[in-house]
C-alpha cells in the first residue's frame, strides 16, 4: 500500500472534468502497475496509500482515513456525501479496477465495512 499526498499550493481539482481526468491518467498509468484499495481526490491534493502496513488495525485505519478525509477537511460533513472519494466504488456494485472484494473481504461483509466507517 501507499500514499501520495502533495499539497498543491492553488487547487488542481478546479473543474469536474480535472478530476475525471486524473482518475483516467491513474488508470491507465498506475493500475496495471499498482493495486489500489481506496482513493480520495481533494481541492489541492488526493490521498492514495502507500506505507509499510505492520498489522491489521493499520491497515483498517488506513482505509478509513483515506475516505473520512474530505470530513477531515471540512468539505463535506459526512464523509460518504463526498463525490470523489472511492467509498462509492467501495459500496456500489458497478465495475471498478478498485479491489473492491477486498475490501469488503477485509471488513468481512459490505454492511460490516460501512458500520466500521461510521
Avoid at 473543474?15 to 484499495?37: G, I, M, N, V
Wanted: with cysteine.
Amino acid at each position: 500500500m501507499f500514499t501520495i499526498a502533495p499539497t498543491i499550493k492553488k487547487n488542481y481539482f478546479y473543474q469536474r472534468k480535472t478530476y475525471f481526468s486524473f482518475l483516467k491518467r491513474f488508470k491507465e498509468l498506475l493500475s496495471p502497475f499498482a493495486d489500489t484499495y481506496c482513493w480520495n481526490l481533494l481541492l489541492n491534493h488526493f490521498h492514495i496509500r502507500r506505507v509499510r502496513i505492520e498489522n491489521d488495525t493499520q491497515f483498517t485505519m488506513a482505509i478509513i482515513y483515506i475516505h473520512a478525509n474530505a470530513a477531515k477537511h471540512a468539505l463535506v460533513k459526512d464523509f460518504s456525501t463526498y463525490k470523489w472519494s472511492s467509498w462509492h466504488s467501495i459500496i456500489s456494485n458497478k465495475p471498478t479496477s478498485l479491489l473492491r472484494d477486498d475490501v469488503i473481504e477485509w471488513f468481512g461483509s459490505k454492511e460490516q465495512c460501512i458500520k466500521t466507517h461510521k
